[in-house]
């Protein structure tokens, strides 16, 4: 997503978020909240917006890191 907050047209079209742009400026809360009252499919990633009930993942690295050690302690 650049800075114009184009979003591809089209009723297949999935976005995944991640709500801080290059310029280094957040994405506006406006905006998000239009696409959720169209319909939009998205998701964040690592911020979460529990107001607009937009699906999210945020990394965990603590348990990433200690599955990760499990996983190499068991090879």
Do not use: C
């Amino acid at each position: 997503m650049d800075d114009e907050f184009e979003m591809p047209q089209g009723d297949d079209v999935g976005i995944i978020l991640h709500p801080h742009l290059k310029s280094g400026n957040e994405m506006p809360l406006d905006l998000l909240r239009k696409w959720k009252e169209e319909g939009k499919r998205m998701v964040t990633v690592h911020f979460y917006y529990p107001h607009l009930h937009i699906p999210y993942v945020i990394v965990d690295n603590f348990v990433g890191g200690y599955l990760a050690t499990e996983h190499l302690i068991r090879s």
